[in-house]
């Protein structure tokens, strides 16, 4: 009897365990969809308060310093406790700018994830923000050392932000990961254009032990071949590839002097 209540019991811990599990991969699919953006816009209003109620006190102390040196015979007590003051508020400030801008980089991946909209895109642009949302990965912000080259006066691409979010940010995870047990760790990424094309290079000091089947798969481009074991760790860079590929983007992966070169080449209509 025992036995038997304890085998119902543990069968009854599975379940749990079973439903939790399905419950929390539904609370999971709404998080970045529904609930995310919910919290930005909770946390926007206060912030802005804060911001707003900042800029307001840094000047009113300023107005006020005038008139206390006027009624008080101490000048130089007033003019130390004031400095005091107001490099305090500077300090409100400048952490209120700060935080919004933080704030701001989520709010703007966010954003570009849902997207899907066609429209004109700076891909400078884009990469930029995009970098800037990776300093949340704490590893990525202290122990990558970041080197951008991007033309901000870049001729515009056509295509949904959702696309060339996720593309970009995917190569961008790829070489950071490559370099997780590397002494180096430096990614640099850069875009150019020429009368057709625009191009977009990665360059990282990772270890790519397929770097030779990633250049064959530029050049045959065959997706079906998705999946496969001699792929190692580059199925996610071989799927960004596809998102791309709707874009006529072309590709080219090459080892140079013990760093792998990634290039996206995009034609752009004039």
Same mark, same amino acid.
């Given at each position: ?16 365990e ?36 900042s ?10 310093l ?10 130089? @007590?007033?003019?130390e406790?004031?400095? +005091? *003051?107001? =490099?305090?508020?500077?300090?409100? #400030? !400048? ?5 919004y801008? @933080? ?5 703007? +991946? *966010?954003? =570009?994830?849902?997207?899907k909209? #066609? !429209? ?7 990469i ?12 990525f912000?202290h ?14 691409l ?11 940010s ?21 875009t150019?254009?020429?009368l057709?094309?625009?191009y977009?290079?990665f ?7 397929d ?14 071949s ?29 080892v ?15």
């Amino acid at each position: 009897m025992f036995c038997r209540k304890s085998v119902e019991e543990r069968e009854i811990i599975m379940e749990s365990e079973k439903i939790f599990t399905g419950l929390a991969r539904q609370f999971e699919g709404t998080f970045i969809e529904e609930l995310i953006p919910g919290m930005l816009h909770n946390f926007a209003n206060p912030l802005n308060g804060i911001m707003g109620r900042s800029k307001l006190l840094q000047k009113r102390a300023q107005d006020a310093l005038p008139m206390l040196i006027d009624r008080n015979e101490d000048r130089d @007590l007033i003019e130390e406790i004031y400095g +005091k *003051i107001l =490099r305090d508020i500077d300090l409100i #400030s !400048q952490e209120s700018d700060r935080f919004y801008n @933080l704030f701001n980089d989520v709010a703007a +991946k *966010i954003h =570009r994830l849902h997207n899907k909209n #066609s !429209q004109s895109i700076n891909i400078s642009e884009l990469i930029e923000s995009e970098i800037a949302f990776f300093d949340f990965y704490l590893d990525f912000k202290h122990k990558v050392e970041k080197d951008l080259a991007l033309n901000r006066d870049i001729p515009l691409l056509e295509g949904t932000p959702s696309d060339y979010s996720m593309a970009m940010s995917t190569i961008i995870r790829h070489a950071m990961k490559s370099m997780d047990t590397c002494d180096v760790r430096r990614l640099s990424i850069s875009t150019e254009c020429d009368l057709d094309y625009i191009y977009v290079t990665f360059q990282d000091t990772g270890e790519h032990a397929d770097a030779s089947v990633i250049a064959d798969f530029c050049r045959s481009l065959d997706f079906d071949s998705l999946g496969g074991p001699h792929l190692n760790g580059s199925l996610n860079l071989i799927s960004a590839m596809a998102l791309l590929k709707k874009y006529d983007a072309r590709f080219n992966a090459e080892v140079d002097e013990g760093c792998f070169r990634f290039s996206v080449i995009i034609p752009y209509k004039r």
